[in-house]
């Protein structure tokens, strides 16, 4: 039976890991040992942060949508709960662009709020 060189596909696989690792400082960029294990690492950095990055976005939100309730006499919580009250379902990712970009409108959901907190108060 006829011996089976196996330098090709080594070759092969070692330059996958490489051009993965392209970019990366010193050794982790040309040595295969240290590409690899700095591209496994940098696999599960990503697996992680597409999780994270879904809890940073929603603090984000969260902390803008404060800021505006603020400068409009609110609190977060009370806003979000004069909200549920009146029926409005607008996400915090909408209603945090509504705070940067459009304040006028942002204004209009705060009193709207408090209106239906102060109507829910009462009754």
């Not at 070692?14 to 010193?26: C, D, E, F, L, V």
């Not at 690492?41 to 990055?53: G, N, W």
């Not at 009146?86 to 940067?100: C, F, N, Y």
Request: charge should be positive.
């Amino acid at each position: 039976m006829p011996r089976v060189k196996r330098g090709v596909m080594t070759h092969k696989r070692h330059k996958k890991i490489i051009s993965r690792a392209q970019g990366y400082w010193g050794g982790r960029n040309r040595l295969f040992k240290t590409a690899k294990e700095a591209v496994m690492h940098a696999f599960q950095y990503a697996y992680r942060d597409r999780r994270t990055k879904k809890r940073d976005f929603r603090r984000l939100w969260i902390t803008r949508i404060s800021a505006a309730c603020r400068l409009n006499d609110s609190t977060y919580s009370r806003f979000m709960e004069g909200l549920a009250k009146a029926g409005i379902d607008v996400d915090r990712k909408i209603l945090a662009d509504l705070a940067v970009n459009d304040a006028a409108t942002f204004a209009k959901l705060v009193e709207s709020a408090k209106a239906k907190l102060a109507t829910a108060v009462v009754a």
